[in-house]
């Protein structure tokens, strides 16, 4: 069964902490994405890698970077949390090609909290 | 840029009652199109999406959408909902495999 796992569910950070969330995915694929979801704006896209070490920008990429050391696994990273960074975090993995590829897969979510 | 709009921010409707959640997306060109629901405190799941052939698309829990290419439409459906089907309903548009573009969300309020 295909499986995009966040490391944490809830997590409570203080501002200006540097705040790591980590995504692993199980299936294999070469594309993953962090996005931000929040209400009445949906989900938009925070930045997203198509293979090791690669990563784009997506359309709120300010104040967040990325990881992609391995393929399975993608961070994102705070580098200073502000509150206005409170929010849920949704990873979502999906595999390359016409078809395929354009079928995302999400994790459960990190709801962050900054204080 | 793709955009995807859903209207409505909310819809309530009774248990056992006819459901249509609206969906529009900006550009005629081909695209794949998805519906993904979210239950409280869980991620997204893919409904159904569409990527060719037949317009009327079948997904999971009864539900179904239909393509409509001339109204850039793809609206979702289902004829008898239930309690729950109380979730948020998310269409998604993408013109390439690495870019999903989603709408802002439709609350399903399914009461007795």
């Known amino acids: 069964d295909v499986k995009v796992t966040q490391s944490s569910r809830y997590l409570v950070k203080r501002t200006g902490e540097k705040v790591f969330l980590e995504c692993v995915q199980d299936?294999?694929?070469?594309?993953m994405f962090w996005y931000r979801q929040d209400p009445g704006l949906g989900l938009r896209l925070i930045y997203f890698s198509y293979d090791v070490k690669m990563k784009e920008k997506g359309d709120i990429p300010e104040g967040y970077s990325v990881s992609r050391e391995k393929k399975e696994r993608f961070s994102l990273i705070l580098e200073s949390a502000s509150t206005n960074q409170t929010s849920m975090y949704l990873c979502a993995s999906s595999a390359s090609g016409t078809t395929e590829g354009a079928e995302a897969f999400f994790g459960q979510g990190t709801r962050l909290t900054v204080v | 840029a793709q955009s995807v709009t859903q209207l409505d921010s909310q819809v309530p409707v009774f248990e056992e009652a006819p459901v249509e959640l609206r969906c529009n997306y900006s550009s005629s060109v081909s695209v794949y199109l998805f519906w993904y629901v979210q239950y409280p405190n869980q991620g997204l799941q893919l409904l159904l999406k569409y990527l060719s052939g037949s317009t009327l698309v079948k997904g999971i829990n009864g539900f179904e959408a239909e393509f409509n290419k001339s109204q850039t439409s793809f609206h979702l459906r289902k004829p008898s909902v239930h309690i729950s089907d109380t979730a948020e309903y998310f269409c998604?548009?993408?013109?390439?495999?690495?870019?999903?573009?989603f709408g802002t969300g439709t609350r399903l309020l399914v009461s007795p």
């Open positions: 299936m294999d694929h070469e594309n």
């Open positions: 998604a548009v993408s013109d390439r495999p690495r870019k999903l573009v």
